[in-house]
T-cell receptor, first 115, second 114 residues
Framework: DAGVIQSPRHEVTEMGQEVTLRCKPI?????LFWYRQTMMRGLELLIY????????DSGMPEDRFSAKMPNASFSTLKIQPSEPRDSAVYFC?????????????FGPGTRLTVL | AQSVTQLDSQVPVFEEAPVELRCNYS??????LFWYVQYPNQGLQLLLK??????LVKGINGFEAEFNKSQTSFHLRKPSVHISDTAEYFC????????????FGPGTSLSVIP
């Protein structure tokens, strides 16, 4: 299996621009998680899905952030408009059915820089 | 609410020496505990997990951890480290009340010195 795939790996954009991060989970996994990692705040859960349905989005910082999972093999995290404080590494992770709390498989991350 | 404390932000250790990375947690219900490792420019991967049963858990790459309920700790140990163990290590906790959410600690940066 190719593992969790994220694109792009690096994104540099200017303040105010729209940013879309993409994730392909491991085939057959029912859970998908989006995390943000910064030096100041560590690893934060933004939102997670189960069977393509958003279950908990309490970690989404504000309305500028949105996430979708139109099917079992694809998810997006969108920031519109982007701000310099959104600069971070964004990780996507997936888990098999019933295993969301037991083991998560992480992608390589997208390093976002907002100028 | 759950929380995870990793007392050491950075741990330097010489190659072939033993190492212990400390982790304490708070939770009011039965917990599941994890250690994840993050190598430079990579995502996290699971080292080991405690769900139930034996309190001594063995993981990949020669690491082990011991669950101590009375001290609410889950320290990670390795008897002899290698250069390749240089990485960031995250302790994490979940419980039955948190559904599928896992709370990660701030991380400990392990540097192995040749």
């Amino acid at each position: 299996d190719a593992g969790v795939i994220q694109s792009p790996r690096h994104e540099v954009t200017e303040m105010g621009q729209e940013v879309t991060l993409r994730c392909k989970p491991i085939s057959g996994h029912d859970y998908l998680f989006w995390y943000r990692q910064t030096m100041m705040r560590g690893l934060e859960l933004l939102i997670y899905f189960n069977n393509n349905v958003p279950i908990d989005d309490s970690g989404m910082p504000e309305d500028r952030f949105s996430a979708k999972m139109p099917n079992a093999s694809f998810s997006t995290l969108k920031i519109q408009p982007s701000e310099p404080r959104d600069s971070a590494v964004y990780f996507c992770a997936s888990s098999p059915r019933g295993q969301g709390r037991y083991e998560q498989f992480f992608g390589p991350g997208t390093r976002l820089t907002v100028l | 609410a759950q929380s995870v404390t990793q007392l050491d932000s950075q741990v330097p250790v010489f190659e072939e020496a033993p190492v212990e990375l400390r982790c304490n947690y708070s939770s009011s219900v039965s917990v599941y505990l994890f250690w994840y490792v993050q190598y430079p420019n990579q995502g996290l991967q699971l080292l080991l997990k405690y769900l139930s049963g034996s309190t001594l858990v063995k993981g990949i790459n020669g690491f082990e951890a011991e669950f101590n309920k009375s001290q609410t700790s889950f320290h990670l140990r390795k008897p002899s480290v290698h250069i390749s163990d240089t990485a960031e290590y995250f302790c994490a906790v979940s419980d039955q009340a948190s559904y599928d959410k896992v709370i990660f600690g701030p991380g400990t940066s392990l540097s192995v010195i040749p």
